[in-house]
């Protein structure tokens, strides 16, 4: 063995060549990763787009109780949350707490949230009694700029917890919630274990489990009726649609593509300790998750960056630990029991090689749906990839449950607002 001082790889000798198809069959491809890192080294300006957040997201920090920890020490302990709030111009308003996921951050609202709270004047703009919101963005304990629980078990139920003690701290006793793909798991909780304050939860493309016979007979009988019938009478289609039951012919032979986080999110401190010293790493991994949403637009570099960067600036251990109590929770305790509070849902297209997707009505197992609204249009994570569908839909959705009086505001009815 004799090796060159300054051994030099020669990168055309181990290059693949794959087709455009099957450029990222393999992981983040070298050619879609070196120009991002080339304008991060030579462009990229952080402390421009702090200052484009801290103008356009009014953020805030605060301690609140987290009776989890408290049980765990004896003490009285409390976590540091940050959060963006920013209220409403509306003459009708309602408080809307917003539950970001994993791999987005706080920042997932930035493309939403002036067109909540101000309906009239920012598109896509709505009549003078449209129905604006009172937006409360968390970021997750150990995402961003909350500080991180020492609590390994600390996932989406506690995540849950501090939410709504947010909101009541901020002098919400009542609000909806928004989540989608992860933060659609919190809100799920939400649903489940604070029902009193948490009155509706509105989410898109919601994965859920089929339903079963135990937790929702009737809801069972319909889905396999439309199943067994392909949707070929109306009147045996209970609402689904061929779509819903074809995306289903895969479901017990492939499982869906899961992303370099998720899978290395079970041993967290080995994969933290790699990324947090090499954020080019951490930006391969961030390029592989977020790839379902390059695939139907594309990202600006800036903002690919932005999200590379909230996880890099508090170091991606304690997102990787909670992502990992988050999937534990969300296979044990998410789908056990069926909740009463109200559900709207918003039904994206397929996403590009997406081999599996949830019919929206299965949600009605796991429940009570209220609202529905099917969209040709694929999105991942909506309101980041289809703001203007998102903020009118979540309008809609909110505005039809306020009607029917399937929710109701007090405030609203003292200010006589109906």
């Not at 693949?16 to 080294?41: F, S």
């Not at 010293?277 to 139907?296: H, N």
């Not at 997406?354 to 099917?374: D, G």
């Amino acid at each position: 063995m004799s090796v060159e001082e300054q051994p030099v790889q020669d990168v055309e000798t181990y290059k693949m060549h794959l087709l455009d198809e099957n450029l990222w069959d393999l992981g983040t491809p070298k050619t879609v990763l070196e120009p991002i890192v080339d304008y991060w080294l030579e462009e990229y300006d952080w402390r421009v787009q702090e200052a484009a957040f801290n103008h356009s997201l009014p953020q805030f920090r605060t301690t609140v109780q987290s009776e989890k920890l408290s049980s765990l020490s004896g003490e009285h302990e409390a976590v540091r949350i940050h959060f963006a709030h920013k209220r409403s111009s509306a003459t009708r308003a309602i408080p809307l707490l917003f539950c970001h996921g994993w791999p987005p951050s706080f920042t997932e609202v930035v493309k939403v949230i002036d067109s909540l709270t101000d309906p009239i004047a920012t598109p896509p703009r709505g009549s003078q009694d449209a129905l604006g919101f009172h937006v409360i963005a968390p970021s997750i304990p150990g995402f961003g700029f909350s500080d991180a629980s020492p609590d390994e078990s600390f996932g989406l139920r506690s995540t849950a917890e501090v939410f709504d003690s947010l909101m009541k701290r901020l002098g919400y006793a009542e609000y909806v919630a928004y989540g989608g793909d992860w933060g659609f798991k919190i809100c799920r909780m939400l649903a489940l274990h604070h029902k009193r304050s948490c009155l509706a939860i509105y989410t898109n493309s919601p994965d859920v489990p089929p339903p079963t016979f135990r937790i929702a007979p009737l809801a069972c009988l319909k889905y396999h009726v439309a199943r067994l019938t392909r949707c070929r009478m109306p009147f045996l289609s209970f609402g689904y649609l061929r779509s819903d039951i074809e995306s289903q012919q895969h479901h017990h032979s492939r499982l869906p593509r899961t992303n370099p986080f998720e899978e290395q999110s079970f041993r967290p401190q080995t994969t933290a300790h790699s990324l947090c010293d090499s954020p080019v790493g951490l930006l391969a991994c961030m390029l592989d998750a977020i790839r379902p949403s390059l695939a139907i637009h594309e990202w600006p570099k800036n903002d690919i960056l932005n999200w590379t960067m909230m996880h890099w600036l508090p170091g991606p251990e304690a997102a990787l630990r909670w992502l990992r109590q988050a999937s534990h929770e969300a296979r044990s305790e998410c789908w056990y029991s069926y909740s009463i509070t109200p559900l709207g849902v918003s039904s994206f297209g397929k996403l590009p090689g997406e081999q599996l997707r949830y019919p929206p009505l299965w949600t009605e197992a796991w429940q009570r749906l209220c609202w529905l609204r099917r969209h040709e249009r694929p999105a991942k994570w909506a309101a980041w990839d289809a703001p203007e569908e998102t903020v009118m839909d979540m309008r809609d959705c909110f505005a039809d449950m306020l009607e029917k009086r399937v929710i109701v505001f007090p405030s609203l009815e003292m200010n006589g607002v109906d």
